[in-house]
Nanobody, 122 residues
Framework: QVQLVESGGGLVQAGGSLRLSCAVTGRTISDYAMGWFRQAPGKEREFVAAIGWSGSRTYYGDSVKGRFTISRDNAKNTVYLQMNNLKPEDTAVYYC???????????????WGKGTLVTVSS
């Protein structure tokens, strides 16, 4: 059974940074493209970032491009999201997603974590 567990969320002031982690058990993540999505209260889920299986290819949602960086450590079976220059509009629950089709911003993969809350104060 594949399980994804996010961590690293919390409260941060605008302009600050956080690093989210997504630890995967049950299957090696080197088989999958991995992604992050987020959902703010009252809003639809939004694509944030994705990374190919080797880590050499990444792509981002327009709202986070240049501020967020996705990376992966296949040896640790973990994916990361480094978030810099955070803004209040980045406040959301961030979800890790496994096995999404690389290149898609709308089609999601089979496996989800339960999410970690990021709150950015102004």
């Amino acid at each position: 059974q594949v399980q994804l567990v996010e961590s690293g969320g919390g409260l941060v002031q605008a302009g600050g940074s956080l690093r989210l982690s997504c630890a995967v058990t049950g299957r090696t993540i080197s088989d999958y493209a991995m992604g992050w999505f987020r959902q703010a209260p009252g809003k639809e889920r939004e694509f944030v970032a994705a990374i190919g299986w080797s880590g050499s290819r990444t792509y981002y949602g327009d709202s986070v491009k240049g501020r967020f960086t996705i990376s992966r450590d296949n040896a640790k079976n973990t994916v990361y999201l480094q978030m810099n220059n955070l803004k209040p509009e980045d406040t959301a629950v961030y979800y890790c997603n496994a096995d999404l089709p690389y290149g898609s911003r709308t089609t999601t993969g089979r496996y989800w974590g339960k999410g970690t809350l990021v709150t950015v104060s102004s």
